[in-house]
Every structure is written in C-alpha cells, then in structure tokens.
C-alpha cells in the first residue's frame, strides 16, 4: 500500500542552525501537508501546499520557515534558524481530490526535531 | 476559530467491551472530521474520513458519525481487543487544515 515517507527519523541540530526535512508524498496525491506535534500537546497544522505554492498557513509557519517542492517526488519543510522552541515531532501528509472534495489526508512517521 | 475537544482524555476497559470516543467541535462549517490513532511515538494512522455531506463511515469494527448541526462525532469500537490500545485523535477542518483534538487515550486490558 502507498505510504508517506519522511527522512531523517531523528534529527538533532544546535540552536540558529538551518534544517531541511524531507517528505516523499504518496505519488498520485496533489496536496501536501507539514504539522507538528511538541511532545505532550496536540497535533498543530503549519501548511499546506498544492499546485507548487502555499495554499494555506498557520501563525506558526513564521518567515523562518519555508516549503519547496524541488522535484516531481519531494517535498521539503526549512527552518532558517532553529530555536530550542521548535523542538518537536514534524508530520508530513498529502491527500488526493476527490470528487467530494479533499480525501483522506495520509500522514508519514514523523521526524522528531531536537534543537540544543 | 474551530477548536476540537475530545473526552473522555482517558479510557480503560476490559477486552470485548463496546465503547464510544467523543468529540466534539465549535465550527460546524466543518468541511470534513477524520479519525487517526496514534501509538507511542509513532506517526498517526487514519482511521476514518467522514466528508461534509456524509453522516457516517465504517471499517470493519469501526464506525465513526457526524452531527454538524450539535457540533459532534463519535467513533464506536465494537469488541475491543488489547491490540486497540493507543490514543485516538479526532481532527476536522473547514478546508485543507486539519485542527486536532487532544484525543483519547484508550487502554484494553487482557
């Protein structure tokens, strides 16, 4: 069965450094998603992403992050310079159009961001 | 702003129980509800999809309804088994963003 697949499953960076995580969406999907989860709290929506731009935005997703899909398969989420805030689980998703409107939206298994 | 709330924050029952997750939601001008579990650490597993226009789904022991007008959704468990134990998250939205609830935390005892 088609899967989201996010790399790398655990990353550790200092604080001010740049991250790029990386999302492989399911391949017939046309919307993608980043969310995030700080350890304990609720699942929070950043973005979502169709037609090669951002559709919608959360106050979360900041100037210090960006989106990008480089290449028919990828999907990437930066954060310019991390803070010890943005420690966190970060999904990716993607979801097909249906003829109802947006199907099921497919999360990947995260990665888990720890920022020192 | 929707803000989705789910309760009871935990539940524990013994196998074969039948039980009942809630949630509940502020917007009704909700444009869809999904249903995840999520087990320690781990991603999120969609359960089910309930669309705008549609009242309710089921897969295999799940079924999961949707009352816009009261705001609610309920996700039923038929004969619980000790492999359903994890959190289970209710999450809607008005359009593509998903809002989640806090979820539900359910453990089947042996």
């Known amino acids: 069965e088609p899967e989201v697949t996010q790399t790398p499953s655990h990353q550790v960076t200092q604080m001010g450094q740049e991250v790029i995580l990386r999302c492989v969406p399911i391949s017939n999907h046309l919307y993608f998603y980043w969310y995030r989860q700080i350890l304990g709290q609720k699942v929070e929506f950043l973005v979502s992403f169709y037609n090669n731009e951002i559709s919608e935005k959360s106050e979360i997703f900041d100037d210090q992050f960006s989106v990008e899909r480089p290449d028919g398969s990828n999907f990437t989420l930066k954060i310019r310079s991390t803070k010890l805030e943005d420690s966190a689980m970060y999904f990716c998703a993607s979801s097909e159009l249906l003829a109802g409107g947006l199907g099921t939206q497919y999360f990947g298994p995260g990665t888990r961001l720890l920022v020192l | ?110």
């Open chain 2, 1 to 110: 702003k929707q803000e989705v709330t789910q309760i009871p924050a935990a539940l524990s029952v013994p196998e074969g129980e039948n039980l009942v997750l809630n949630c509940s939601f502020t917007d009704s001008a909700i444009y869809n509800l999904q249903w995840f579990r999520q087990d320690p650490g781990k991603g999120l597993t969609s359960l089910l999809l309930i669309q705008s226009s549609q009242r309710e789904q089921t897969s295999g022991r799940l079924n999961a309804s949707l009352d816009k007008s009261s705001g609610r959704s309920t996700l039923y468990i038929a004969a619980s088994q000790p492999g359903d134990s994890a959190t289970y998250l209710c999450a809607g939205g008005g359009s593509e963003k998903l809002v989640f609830g806090k979820g539900t935390k359910l453990t089947v005892n042996p």
